[in-house]
């Protein structure tokens, strides 16, 4: 079965520091890895996306991801935290090549300090 | 930018009233998805539906769930007879090109 693993359910940065918001997964199969985004009351909105493609991936808002099959991980970065940065962020796993389910990490709220 | 539109956005019924939550996928996309996160906790699969029926299913997705394409557009999801622990927010999602995009998402609170 597949699964993922976000490490910290809250991480707190400064603004203009790095972000780094880590995440390992499990699949027997090769994984298409997503991190969403969810601001407060609203909806799951994609950031970024692995579909076996590049290893390196950017996605809005200045975020990026690195898919390690060594390390299982794909952990999301960003160089400088904003203050509008603040939400939850979801890790999530599927099978690859098709329409198969999604399933999500429990999440990391990240907060920005000023 | 074509997205996912769940009506209503908020809901609130007594417990035992049956409740359903309408959805409006994307419309090329074939592949549709309930989702459901109750406050504070992770978001959790409940069904997928291609093709006029149900693909997967969760353990969550018992007798009281079920979903229906009634139209060319509109996905729905029903809860026949709501429980207290049914509340949570629920979000309506369609696959195109392997990534899944979600409605802002409906708030069912049982009373």
């Known amino acids: 079965a597949q699964s993922v693993t976000q490490l910290g359910s809250h991480v707190s940065v400064s603004e203009g520091a790095l972000v780094l918001l880590r995440c390992n997964y499990s699949?027997?199969?090769?994984?298409?890895l997503f991190w969403y985004v969810q601001y407060p009351n609203q909806g799951l909105q994609l950031l970024l996306k692995?579909?076996?493609?590049?290893?390196l991936v950017k996605g809005i808002n200045g975020f990026e991801a690195e898919f390690k099959k060594s390390e299982t991980s794909f952990h999301l970065t960003k160089p400088s935290a904003h203050m509008s940065d603040a939400a939850e962020y979801f890790c999530?796993?599927?099978?690859?090549?098709?329409?198969?389910?999604?399933?999500f990490g429990i999440g990391t709220k990240l907060q920005v300090i000023p | 930018e074509p997205e996912v539109t769940q009506t209503p956005s908020h809901q609130v019924t007594q417990m035992g009233q049956e409740v359903i939550l309408r959805c409006v996928p994307i419309?090329?996309?074939?592949?549709f998805y309930w989702y459901r996160q109750i406050l504070g906790q992770k978001v959790e699969f409940l069904v997928s539906f291609y093709n006029n029926e149900i693909s997967e299913k969760s353990e969550i997705f018992d007798d009281q769930f079920s979903v229906e394409r009634p139209d060319g557009s509109n996905f729905t999801l029903k809860i026949r007879s709501t429980k207290l622990e049914d509340s949570a927010m629920y979000f309506c999602a369609s696959n195109g090109a392997n990534v899944l995009t979600f409605g802002a998402g409906s708030r069912l609170t049982v009373l």
């Open positions: 699949s027997s199969v090769p994984p298409y």
């Open positions: 419309s090329n996309h074939l592949y």
């Open positions: 999530a796993v599927s099978f690859s090549g098709g329409y198969q389910k999604v399933t």
């Open positions: 692995y579909t076996s493609a590049a290893t």
